[in-house]
């Protein structure tokens, strides 16, 4: 029978580092996308904790300066890549390693809806389903596959998801659609990637951010109701998905790939309705 000594000592070498040292990320380099707010700011200023400086994207540079100035406050370099990710991506990775010689880590945030309404997939105009699409997964890929061609010493890439693309989504179907297509593009990419890059991916439940409460209007009446349907009885907050992301890019998640994480406070199902209400 095994020694639980054997996790933690191999036999005729030095002792590994404790589990808490795994959770570092010194001296690496990340790209955050759609970081200008909410959970991509949070994820920037997570991995900027664990000791990673962070390329920064969005296209509002006032939302960037706010997150690069918490970096900088967290002791660690930002580097403000503002613009339309969209086609971006091969930029945004260039620039990653022609300021800080190295690309480690990649976290394709940047998602959502350039509408502020929703509506039934019937009532879809197929603009709007293309355009989601292209934001949400497009997007995505391409991100991936910059991040890849420049992961020189191998890396990790790490998509937000959604539990939207768990289920059924009435009223966000495309948004939902797209997210499933990068769950399953997270599991092939992992395949394809390794062993040299992880590839894994996060599913976010209810979390409070500017985007959260304008498109789908939830205040916090609404906030309190659906936080009832959770069982550890809360909202999520923007730091509860930045945590999963420093895990998932850490070494502590080292033999850790083509996963998908859901954080949602325990709800692994939306009650279904027909309202417009969207969580």
Same mark, same amino acid.
């Given at each position: 029978?095994?020694?639980?000594?054997?996790n933690?000592?191999?036999?005729?070498?030095e002792?590994?580092?404790s589990?808490?040292?795994?959770?570092?990320l /010194?001296?690496k380099?990340?790209?955050?996308?759609? %970081? @200008?707010? !909410?959970?991509?700011?949070?994820i920037?200023w +997570?991995?900027?904790d664990?000791?990673?400086?962070?390329v920064?994207?969005?296209?509002r540079?006032?939302?960037?300066?706010?997150?690069?100035?918490g970096i900088?406050a967290r002791?660690?370099k930002?580097?403000?890549?503002d613009g339309?990710?969209?086609?971006?991506?091969?930029?945004?990775a260039e620039?990653?390693?022609a300021e800080?010689?190295?690309?480690d880590i990649w976290?394709?945030?940047v998602?959502?809806?350039d509408e502020?309404?929703t509506?039934?997939?019937i009532d879809?105009p197929?603009?709007?389903?293309r355009s989601q699409?292209?934001?949400?997964?497009?997007?995505a890929?391409?991100?991936?596959?910059?991040?890849?061609m420049?992961?020189? /010493?191998g890396?990790?890439i790490?998509?937000?998801? %959604? @539990?939207? !693309?768990?289920?059924?989504?009435?009223?966000t +179907?495309?948004?939902?659609?797209?997210k499933?297509g990068?769950?399953n593009?997270t599991?092939?990419?992992a395949?394809?990637?390794?062993p040299?890059?992880?590839?894994?991916?996060i599913a976010p439940?209810?979390?409070v951010?500017?985007?959260?409460?304008?498109v789908?209007?939830?205040?916090a009446?609404?906030?309190?109701?659906?936080a009832q349907?959770?069982?550890l009885?809360r909202?999520?907050?923007?730091?509860?998905?930045?945590?999963a992301?420093v895990?998932?890019?850490s070494p502590?998640a080292s033999?850790?790939?083509g996963?998908?994480?859901?954080v949602a406070?325990?709800?692994?199902?939306?009650?279904?309705?027909?309202?417009?209400d969207g969580v």
């Open positions: 029978m095994q020694s639980d000594q054997s933690s000592v191999t036999a005729g070498s002792p590994v580092s589990v808490m040292d795994q959770f570092r /010194d001296g380099a990340a790209v955050v996308t759609g %970081s @200008g707010q !909410g959970i991509g700011r949070a920037a +997570g991995l900027a664990a000791g990673c400086n962070v920064i994207n969005s296209r540079v006032g939302d960037l300066e706010v997150t690069a100035a900088e002791g660690q930002a580097l403000i890549a339309d990710i969209r086609n971006f991506s091969e930029t945004i620039r990653a390693v800080f010689g190295r690309l976290v394709n945030n998602g959502g809806s502020k309404v509506r039934t997939l879809t197929d603009d709007i389903f699409l292209e934001l949400n997964l497009t997007t890929f391409q991100g991936a596959k910059a991040a890849a420049h992961m020189d /010493d890396g990790v790490i998509n937000i998801s %959604s @539990g939207a !693309g768990m289920r059924g989504s009435p009223h +179907g495309p948004y939902a659609a797209a499933a990068m769950n593009m599991e092939t990419l395949l394809e990637l390794a040299t890059i992880r590839v894994n991916a439940g209810p979390v951010t500017e985007a959260y409460e304008e789908l209007g939830v205040d009446e609404r906030q309190a109701i659906v349907s959770i069982p009885q909202i999520g907050m923007p730091n509860d998905i930045a945590a992301v895990y998932f890019a502590a033999w850790v790939t996963q998908l994480l859901l406070g325990g709800r692994t199902h939306r009650t279904v309705n027909y309202t417009n």
